[in-house]
């Protein structure tokens, strides 16, 4: 069991790196406008400064609920009682990812709203 606990903590800590890498290219300015990858909103579409401005601040908190999901993967797989039960390390994996991503992006649409 432990051996898949591990296997899921490698999972969770690989999604919170794509994460990161997703996020750097937006917080260091360097995505152009487009309608693929971004914050693709109608206000940030139609202006490169608000584009700019808002995935920039996306980028950072996607890069850092990124950075808050990898290490609290692997906090909490060194919680004994969690490591030796794997559905309740997965849900509390899911939990660790889904929390910090919505926080980034509930404050990030309330930033592009003062744009």
């Known amino acids: ?3 898949s606990t591990l296997m899921l903590m490698f999972m969770f800590v690989a999604l919170g790196l794509f ?3 997703i996020a750097v290219p ?3 300015r360097k995505v152009k406008r487009n309608y ?3 914050i693709r909103l109608p206000k940030t579409l139609r202006d490169d400064a608000i584009w700019y ?3 920039e601040y996306g980028g950072r908190q996607l890069l850092w609920s990124g950075v808050a999901s ?3 993967t692997v906090a909490a797989y060194f ?3 969690l490591r030796a039960n794997q559905a309740v390390y997965s849900y509390v994996c899911i939990a660790i990812y ?3 991503l919505s926080v980034g992006l509930s404050s990030t649409l309330r930033y592009v709203a003062t744009l």
């Open 70 to 72: 990898v290490i609290l």
């Open 36 to 38: 693929i990858y971004g």
């Open 98 to 100: 889904i929390v910090p």
């Open 1 to 3: 069991m432990p051996y």
């Open 26 to 28: 937006l917080a260091l």
């Open 53 to 55: 401005d808002a995935n």
């Open 79 to 81: 919680v004994p009682e």
């Open 19 to 21: 994460q990161v890498g």
